[in-house]
């Protein structure tokens, strides 16, 4: 019997471990299919059937990508947007959400509950009134315009609270009766014990900013402040796309987000559990 069983356990064990290779191939796919077209020609990025490695890999992808198209500015100013709004999102998210755990003050739950309930709003519905607002103020084609609109994050508020519900009021009160400022609470006390939950919202919005394609393309006109998102769509003309350089783009424009993830990923996991369960 207790054969059988242990039998019975490693079966499961390798049937789990099978479903869970099979689905991480079934997510690598397009990424690998994306690296095989960014080494071929044009004609045979869709041939069939499909060759996974190419026979004579065209790497000109890789320098044609730099001079058909502004490819150095565009990265230079997706990373420039990427970097401030993912700052400003840090700042602001856990400065709200300090207030909205630790303090107490009238109105704090409705309040709360009003701000969290604009992520049901899609950004489709309110998009109009911010593009003429940011036209009456002057913002239009200006990086400043995406920066103001994306610097406050109700999901990031949402998200460090609840990490922040977890530390003990006994922590925040200590350094109260010890003279700090709420401001020195949050700076000294709540900031460093909430790496793992500023990690995970570091990864999240510099992913969201750098992927942004809808923002740019309403906001900026002037070939020099656009992204590498809008930049990529320069390889599609009125009759034909260049898919092969639109691959190799693709690799490249990548890269940050993977060196993001890698850098911060012994936090991300441990965010993303602790702000679920905490509070």
């Given amino acids: 019997m207790v054969g059988k069983s242990k039998g019975l356990k490693i ?13 991480v191939l079934a997510m690598l ?4 299919w994306m690296l095989s077209s960014s080494l071929k ?15 004579n890999p065209r790497w000109e992808n890789f320098q044609d990508i730099w001079t058909r198209i502004p490819l150095g ?10 970097v401030i709004v993912t700052i400003l999102q840090l700042l602001t998210s856990s400065f709200a959400a300090y207030a909205f755990s630790k303090l107490h003050f009238r109105g704090k739950n409705a309040i709360f509950l009003g701000y969290i309930a604009t992520i049901a ?29 994306q610097a406050f994050s109700a999901f990031g508020v949402f998200m460090m609270r609840q990490f922040y519900q977890g530390v ?35 990864i999240f919005t510099f992913v969201a900013t750098w992927n942004d394609f809808l923002g740019p393309m309403i906001y900026l006109t002037d070939t020099k402040l656009k992204t590498i998102q809008i930049g990529l769509r320069m390889f599609i ?13 693709s690799v490249v424009s990548i890269i940050p987000v993977v060196i993001v993830f ?18």
């Fill in 73 to 82: 500015r565009f990265i230079y100013n997706t990373a420039k947007l990427s």
């Fill in 262 to 279: 890698l850098a911060l990923q012994k936090y991300f996991v441990q965010g993303v559990a602790a702000s679920g369960i905490k509070g």
């Fill in 121 to 149: 709003i899609p950004w489709q519905a309110y998009m109009v009134p911010q593009f003429i607002l940011m036209r009456y103020m002057g913002l239009n084609n200006t990086h400043l315009a995406i920066i103001l609109l």
């Fill in 41 to 55: 020609l044009n004609k045979d990025v869709f041939s069939f059937p499909m060759q996974w490695i190419p026979a």
């Fill in 29 to 32: 796919v397009p990424y690998i």
């Fill in 168 to 202: 003990p009021d006994e922590l925040c009160e200590a350094a109260r009766i010890d003279g700090l400022s709420e401001y020195g609470i949050w700076a000294r006390i709540m900031l460093p014990l909430s790496k793992p939950a500023l990690s995970t919202l570091t």
């Fill in 11 to 23: 079966s499961l064990m390798v049937l789990v471990y099978a479903l869970l290779i099979l689905t």
């Fill in 237 to 249: 003309s009125q009759y034909s796309a260049e898919y092969g350089l639109i691959m190799a783009a």
